[in-house]
């Protein structure tokens, strides 16, 4: 199994972002799907995270209202899209998958089995 994170940039504060993540090797339809971010010296971040086939995103604090965890099943692909980005956004973006549905939180990172390679995300000022 491999995902293939992409559509990173730099982009202005209150600018959008869509990053993407394809997997190969299994469907990600019956995965749930974190996403989370990086600062160089920081810990990773969790993001926001989809844990049902069709339901809803689940945000953090810093990201809810703003990033939507988005499904497409016929490319086995699933989206962030990101709105009224921030500088404080500024990050390497990863993609995970986790083989288990259901959760009513956004899982700890040992929970995902399987990782995409990150792809930098520049909001600036």
């Known amino acids: 199994v491999q995902l293939q994170a992409s559509g990173g940039g730099l982009v202005q504060t209150g600018g959008s972002l869509r990053l993407s993540c394809r997997a190969s090797?299994?469907?990600?339809?019956?995965?749930?799907i974190g996403w989370f971010r990086q600062v160089p010296g920081t810990k990773r971040e969790k993001v926001a995270c989809?844990?049902?086939?069709?339901?809803?995103?689940l945000s953090t604090d810093s990201t809810k209202g703003r990033f939507t965890i988005i499904r497409d099943n016929e490319k086995n692909t699933v989206y962030l899209q990101m709105n009224n980005l921030k500088p404080e956004d500024t990050a390497t973006y990863y993609c995970a998958a986790g083989a288990t549905l259901g959760w009513t939180y956004c899982p700890p990172e040992a929970f995902y089995d399987h990782w995409g390679q990150g792809t930098q995300v520049t909001v600036s000022s």
């Open positions: 090797g299994t469907t990600l339809e019956y995965y749930a």
């Open positions: 989809l844990t049902t086939e069709d339901g809803a995103t």
